[in-house]
C-alpha cells in the first residue's frame, strides 16, 4: 500500500481540487460570482483494489518495513525530501517497445444517414455481455487489471494519456491488460449511475501474491522510480475476486482483447494492478516510456528542457499511436455519431480551442489566433472547418464575430451540455460525467479525421494525433514557440498544399528532401 498519498501529489499532480476553488478569480467579468465554497480537507482517497470475498485470504504483512525500504522513505519526511527516489530500486532501462502482437479489430457496423436523430441521442444503456473464449491468456504472463487513474484527469488523459502507459507496461512485461474501472476515484469520467448498472455479485478466479514493483533508470541520477516488472510478493493462491459495474471502457471502446473474467486460460495467472503510487507520480511524471501532453517535470532524461518542443514529442507520439493501433478502437456508437456530426472530412481543418480550466497550467489560446488561419483556409480553397471546444464563449465569438464565409464553414457538435462559461472544467459544471465523455470523445474523433490540426498543449489534441499519425506534418501547435515560423504563410505554402500530394512529395514540401 501507499505509505503518504499526499506526497505523491506534487509537481504537476498537485491537488486539482485546491486549483479549482481558485477559479473564481479569473471567472468571466460579466458572469455572477457564486458564494465560494470554505475549502475543505484533502479527503481520504478510496482504497482502488479489487475486493475478495474472503478477507483472509491474502496473507497479511506484518508491518510494511519491506514496502518502506523499497520506496525509499521515512515517516518524517518533508515535502522537498527523497520520496519516491530510491537509490536501491532494480536499475533498469525500460525505455523499449516491444513489436506489435495482435492487432484489435475495428469495429463492425452499418450507418444509416436517415437514422442520425437516433445515433445522436445519448446511450446510456449497458455495454452488451461477452462470452469467454477460455483462450485469452494463453502466451501471457498474468492479467494487468487498469482499474483507476488520477483524480482529476478527463477523457484525452485518462483514456489516452495514461492508457497508453499501462498498455506499454502491459506489453513490456507480457502481461494481458484488463481494462475495467469499477470505483468513482477518477471523478471526471466516472458516472455514478450510467457505470454503476449491472449486478455486482459477479464472481471470477485468478491468482494473488505478485505486485507490481520498483525501477528506477540510470540515466537519472536523482533515482526517480516507476514501475517496474512484476514481483512475487507472496506464495501465489488462488484469490475470489468481484466484479463491479460496467467497467466505463467499453461504453465508448472496443476490447481491447479477448478477455472476460471467467476465462479459464487465465485462472492460473497472476492478477496485479497498479497502486495509486505507481500511477502519480510512479508512471505519470517518472515512467521514460509513458506519453505526456506537456512538460510539467524537472526530471532531466524524460523532459528534455534543451531540445525543441515537437523533437520531444516525436518518439512519444510515434510508440503511442503504435500502441494506439494495437489496442485502441471507438465502438459502433461513437463511429456512427462522428459520420453523423463530420459526414465530410476531405479537406477539412480541425480546431481545438481548449479554455475552461486550462489557465491553470497553461497558455489559453483567444479564436483570433485560430482565425488567421481559418480566412486563409477557406480563400484557399478549403473545405469544412471542425471545431471542438470546452467554451461557450468561444463558440459565440465564432459564431458572431467572425466573418460569414468563415463562420458558415464551421462545422461542430450539436447540442453539446459540456460548454463551460468561464474557468471551470467542462466536467465540473453538473453535466452527466457519462454525458461529457461521449462529448470529449466525439470531438477527438472528428479531428483525427480533419486534413489540418490547429491546436494547443492538450491531451485531447496529442489524442488525436496517436490515432491519426500522419496528421502531425499538418498540424500546428500554436503554444509551441519553436513553431513560430509556422505563421499563416507557412500554413498556405507548405501545409495546404500537403494535401494535394503523395507521401513524398509530402516531404519534399515539409523538410526540402530530394
Not at 269 to 279: A, G, Q, S
Amino acid at each position: 500500500k501507499s505509505k503518504s498519498k499526499s506526497k505523491s501529489k506534487r509537481a504537476h499532480t498537485r491537488d486539482r481540487e485546491s486549483d479549482r476553488e481558485s477559479q473564481h478569480e479569473h471567472k468571466n467579468q460579466h458572469e455572477v460570482e457564486p458564494k465560494p465554497k470554505a475549502k475543505q480537507g484533502k479527503e481520504k482517497e478510496p482504497e482502488p483494489q479489487i475486493e475478495s470475498q474472503d478477507e483472509g485470504d491474502e496473507p497479511s504483512e506484518e508491518d510494511g518495513s519491506a514496502d518502506k525500504e523499497e520506496e525509499g522513505q521515512s515517516g518524517d519526511e518533508s515535502e522537498d525530501d527523497d520520496y519516491f527516489k530510491d537509490e536501491n530500486a532494480e536499475l533498469v532501462n525500460w525505455d523499449y517497445y516491444p513489436k506489435l502482437k495482435q492487432v484489435v479489430k475495428d469495429p463492425a457496423f452499418t450507418f444509416d444517414q436517415s437514422k442520425c436523430d437516433e445515433y445522436l441521442k445519448l446511450d446510456t444503456s449497458p455495454p452488451k455481455p461477452r462470452s469467454p473464449t477460455h483462450t485469452a491468456c494463453n502466451d501471457y504472463a498474468g492479467v494487468l487489471h487498469i482499474q483507476h487513474f488520477d483524480q482529476g484527469g478527463a477523457s484525452g488523459t485518462i483514456f489516452f494519456q495514461f492508457m497508453v502507459g499501462f498498455l506499454q507496461w502491459a506489453d513490456q512485461h507480457n502481461y494481458l491488460p484488463w481494462i475495467h474501472m469499477d470505483d468513482g476515484y477518477t471523478k471526471p469520467i466516472w458516472d455514478p449511475v450510467v457505470h454503476t448498472q449491472g449486478p455486482n455479485n459477479r464472481t471470477f478466479q485468478g491468482m494473488a501474491g505478485m505486485e507490481v514493483g520498483w525501477a528506477r533508470d540510470k540515466r537519472d541520477p536523482k533515482n526517480n522510480i516507476f514501475p517496474g516488472k512484476p514481483v512475487q510478493k507472496h506464495e501465489l493462491h488462488k484469490k475470489t475476486y468481484k466484479l463491479k459495474g460496467t467497467g466505463v471502457w467499453e461504453h465508448y471502446f472496443m476490447p481491447p482483447n479477448d478477455f472476460v473474467p471467467g476465462d479459464k486460460s487465465c485462472e492460473g495467472k497472476p492478477f496485479v494492478k497498479f497502486n495509486d503510487d505507481h500511477i502519480v507520480p510512479g508512471m505519470h511524471s517518472n515512467a521514460p516510456w509513458a506519453p505526456r501532453a506537456w512538460r510539467f517535470s524537472d526530471i532531466k532524461y524524460i523532459f528534455k528542457n534543451d531540445i525543441p518542443l515537437d523533437e520531444w514529442f516525436e518518439p512519444q507520439r510515434r510508440h503511442a499511436a503504435e500502441t494506439v493501433k494495437r489496442y485502441i478502437r471507438f465502438n459502433p456508437m461513437m463511429e456512427r455519431r462522428v459520420s453523423c456530426i463530420f459526414p465530410n472530412s476531405k479537406f477539412s481543418l480541425g480546431m481545438h480551442i481548449r479554455h475552461g480550466d486550462k489557465w491553470i497550467e497553461r497558455e489559453v489560446i483567444p479564436p483570433a489566433t485560430f482565425l488567421r488561419y481559418a480566412k486563409a483556409f477557406v480563400e484557399n480553397g478549403g473545405g469544412s472547418i471542425f471545431v471542438a471546444t470546452d467554451s461557450a464563449l468561444v463558440i459565440e465569438e465564432i459564431m458572431e464575430k467572425w466573418p460569414k464565409h468563415v463562420a458558415d464553414r464551421v462545422v461542430r457538435q450539436p447540442a453539446v451540455a459540456g460548454l463551460s462559461r468561464n474557468g471551470t472544467a467542462a466536467f465540473d459544471i453538473g453535466v452527466s460525467s457519462h454525458r461529457t465523455n461521449v462529448e470529449a470523445l466525439t470531438d477527438l474523433v472528428a479531428l483525427s479525421k480533419c486534413t489540418f490540426l490547429l491546436h494547443g498543449l492538450s491531451a485531447l489534441s496529442e489524442a488525436a494525433l496517436y490515432m491519426s499519425p500522419e496528421l502531425v506534418d499538418r498540424s500546428i501547435n500554436l503554444e509551441d514557440e519553436d513553431q513560430h515560423y509556422k505563421d499563416v504563410k507557412y500554413f498556405v505554402e507548405k501545409m495546404i498544399p500537403l494535401a494535394k500530394r503523395s507521401k513524398d512529395n509530402r516531404r519534399r514540401i515539409l523538410y526540402g528532401e530530394p
